[in-house]
Nanobody, 123 residues
Framework: QVQLVESGGGLVQAGGSLRLSCAASGRTFSNYAMGWFRQAPGKERDFVAAISRFGGQIDYANFTQGRFTIRRDNAKNTVYLQMNNLKAEDTAVYYC????????????????WGQGTQVTVSS
């Protein structure tokens, strides 16, 4: 079991930046691959980025287009999503997720989820 709490969301103008944080507690953080997903109203939950247990493998969705960076700090039990040059279409609830073992890009493979943090990008 691992508990996840997201923070850092908010309202930002197009072109601005936000850094999301996901704090984990419970079992050993380094046991888990971590992912970020997002869901806009009326849409499915989409993959954003994921990172392996020690950061050796990182995967990004195509729409990130070099704008987003995922990073983890195992000493702090925290994973981050740095989002730059935000666009209106980035508006969504962003969720942190964890799974034991390998990185996956499908939400179905993740067992643990945070409550989500709202990101709103105004144009």
């Amino acid at each position: 079991q691992v508990q996840l709490v997201e923070s850092g969301g908010g309202l930002v103008q197009a072109g601005g930046s936000l850094r999301l944080s996901c704090a984990a507690s419970g079992r050993t953080f380094s046991n888990y691959a971590m992912g970020w997903f997002r869901q806009a109203p009326g849409k499915e939950r989409d993959f954003v980025a994921a990172i392996s247990r020690f950061g050796g493998q990182i995967d990004y969705a195509n729409f990130t287009q070099g704008r987003f960076t995922i990073r983890r700090d195992n000493a702090k039990n925290t994973v981050y999503l740095q989002m730059n040059n935000l666009k209106a279409e980035d508006t969504a609830v962003y969720y942190c997720a964890a799974r034991e073992g390998l990185v996956r890009s499908d939400a179905k493979f993740y067992d643990y989820w945070g409550q989500g943090t709202q990101v709103t990008v105004s144009s």
